[in-house]
């Protein structure tokens, strides 16, 4: 698969980015999926994933969480109301164990910022508590711009997401190139001129970078 990486993005090598922007969850993470974030969180909660699910998308919890405009103790109070069995978790649970960073893709992003005159940055769709939680581990400093839904109050893949975040770095949809995970805010960079890499794997990302660092 990593060579079929190649074969499909080798011309990104030739290009001279003006920014760099990575996805988080899914792409900066050693791994990360919904289900198994819900999953977890759920166990936390001490219901059924199945009953959480349905309190999260009929109060539209998180979606509300990823743009500001709730807290995680606002969350973690509505799912207790709704699920009267549920143990009451403090706001730093809400974060899941799939969040933590992989160290092997920060070290090739480290490298990859000092040696391109790229502005290297992260443009995720994040909860306030994760938001924070990037900047007290310090994964923060190894990047030149943050772009977080619940701080920018819009998320990926609408487009004002990803203007708003080539306006904060003078840079145009062209000039920049994005890694993510997911096929719809891959298709909404590349629809507004983005050059745009759908990562399906670590191993395609590492790869990737390595190139890029040749």
């Not at 290297?120 to 994760?130: D, E």
């Not at 943050?146 to 998320?155: A, K, P, T, W």
Request: proline share 4%.
């Amino acid at each position: 698969m990593t060579a079929n990486w190649w074969v499909e993005h080798s011309g990104i090598v030739d290009h001279a980015f003006r920014a760099v922007l990575f996805d988080y969850g899914g792409i900066l993470t050693a791994t990360y999926r919904e289900a198994a974030f819900l999953s977890e969180l759920a166990s936390k909660f001490a219901v059924r994933p199945d009953e959480l699910r349905m309190v999260l998308r009929e109060g539209r919890l998180l979606l509300d969480l990823s743009l500001g405009r709730c807290a995680e103790e606002d969350m973690v109070a509505q799912v207790c109301a709704a699920l009267p069995g549920a143990r009451p978790i403090h706001a730093e649970e809400v974060m899941a164990s799939s969040f933590e960073p992989n160290t092997r893709v920060l070290e090739l992003i480290e490298l990859l910022r000092r040696r391109s005159t790229a502005k290297i940055c992260v443009a995720s769709n994040i909860f306030p508590r994760g938001a924070l939680y990037l900047r007290e581990l310090g994964v923060a400093d190894r990047f030149d711009h943050l772009f977080f839904s619940c701080e920018f109050g819009v998320r990926k893949p609408d487009p004002a997401f990803l203007d708003r975040a080539c306006e904060a770095m003078s840079a145009k949809p062209s000039d920049c190139l994005l890694f993510d995970d997911l096929d719809s805010d891959v298709a909404a960079a590349r629809e507004l001129g983005m050059t745009s890499i759908r990562v399906c794997s670590r191993e395609d990302l590492v790869a990737g970078l390595e190139g890029l660092l040749r």
